[in-house]
């Protein structure tokens, strides 16, 4: 069953001498439950295509579908709140709320909707982060390691359609960044969750389904 689709997606920034063609008609398909990693060097445009397929920016020409709904065709508020209930997003620096504590962290997006938290659920999560004991901790009293697990947990907890990982080993150590790659791998083939994952990490890649190279914009090869 087919999760994503994209179709001639291009994001031009700039006019005349100060153009920039960041996206160029990229066209492809995701099924459910598969895993793809999309790795680029630094420009190449990757960062452009995961922000225009979690629907944080809109692009100049072409189209989203995810779960058959076309994103783009979405007023602000409507797409904000598809954002919120079909697409997880994870970052490379975890924005977590510091104020808040793990378990506060990721039930947020519930929060935010208006939504019951399922305690099941959670302890589950909890259980499958490894942050069961760690529920009550602030994120400053957390390894990187542990937050980005936390941040993990909050794309997580709504169930999406869509699981978008941005550099998500990027700023931590190769022990915590194997940790990670585990994490979602386990997510991805215990639970079926989609992920579409960034990086410039070919080890890191290589645990996914399936790898398209982007370069000046365009996909150039898929592995």
Do not use: C, W
């Amino acid at each position: 069953m087919e999760i994503l689709k994209i179709e001639h997606l291009s994001k031009i920034y700039g006019k005349g001498e100060n153009k920039v063609v960041a996206l160029d008609d990229v066209s492809f398909s995701v099924e459910k439950g598969e895993f793809v990693a999309i790795v680029g060097a630094s420009g190449s445009g990757k960062s452009t295509l995961l922000h225009l397929i979690g629907g944080v920016d809109r692009p100049t020409k072409g189209e989203v579908f995810i779960a058959g709904k076309n994103i783009y065709q979405l007023n602000d508020d409507k797409l904000a709140i598809f954002r919120r209930r079909q697409i997880g997003l994870v970052y490379q620096f975890y924005n977590l709320i510091p104020i808040l504590n793990v378990e506060e962290n990721i039930t947020l997006p519930l929060e935010l909707d208006n939504r019951e938290v399922d305690r099941e659920n959670l302890e589950n999560l909890l259980k499958l982060l490894g942050l069961e004991n760690r529920k009550n901790h602030l994120p400053n009293e957390l390894s990187g390691g542990q937050q980005q697990r936390a941040s993990i947990g909050r794309a997580l907890i709504t169930n999406p359609s869509i699981l978008l990982a941005d550099e998500p080993t990027g700023n931590l150590d190769s022990k915590a960044s194997d940790e990670i790659v585990a994490l979602l791998k386990k997510s991805n083939k215990d639970y079926k969750q989609t992920i579409i994952m960034i990086t410039h990490d070919m080890e890191v890649a290589s645990v996914a389904d399936r790898i398209i190279k982007i370069e000046d914009g365009k996909i150039v090869k898929e592995d």
